[in-house]
């Protein structure tokens, strides 16, 4: 709980995953990839409830065997690959709130983003709550660098590069005067209950960044992306001395 709020984390973790099979079940450093964000959740200063949403009850069974509750399996119709998020989101709402288990805060944490950690959920909550009423939801966003747009190139009818964003290559500008963007990393998704069943989503006009440090944003999407993580994780201690 924080400032009197009632903080529910919720893990979705279907069983189908097409990418990269059987993913949100993949070993990571010797736990299955749903274990992280559980793990996280429950080290949270101010989660009240883990819940994990999944339609496999392998998966249930590894995720309470990790610390989350399991009080229903996900209906097949929240589990196919074109159901929106939205759909098991309110699922789990409506089905806890049917059991008298109310909630204030929905903390949204994806196995595919297993480098998050307690104290980033709690630095979400906090930043969160502190800027009531201005905004009702905080989301995970990291800086585009490397990928800034101002660097993008399409290729034109004879297959020769051409700047996307500007007249010739001699106008790019340089990294350091670019405008500051960022994009969705799904490292964590955090809103109010009462505005992410107004808007049907964690990002409106009145969503804060929480912003990740590039080596937090990395998402499993296929195997490549299951390598780096795994490196970023032996190498975690070494990544802090650099930042210090």
Known sequence: MIDGLRVLALVPARAGSKGLPGKNIRPLLGKPLLAWPIEAARASRYVDRVVISTDSAEFAALAQAAGADVPFLRPAEHAS?????????EHALDTLA????????????????PLTEAADIDAALEALVAARPLAESIVGVTALVSTHPAFAVR??????????AA???GLLPRRQDTEPL???DGSLYISTVEALRRERGFCHARTLPFITPRWKSFEVDDLVDFICIEAILANRALILRSEA
């Open 98 to 113: 049917a059991a008298g288990d109310h909630c204030d805060l929905l903390v949204l944490l994806e196995p595919t983003s």
């Open 81 to 89: 690959d074109t159901a929106p998020s939205i759909a098991f989101i």
């Open 155 to 164: 290729l034109d009818a004879q297959g020769l590069m051409q700047p996307y």
């Open 182 to 184: 960022y994009s969705l």
């Open 167 to 169: 007249t010739s290559f």
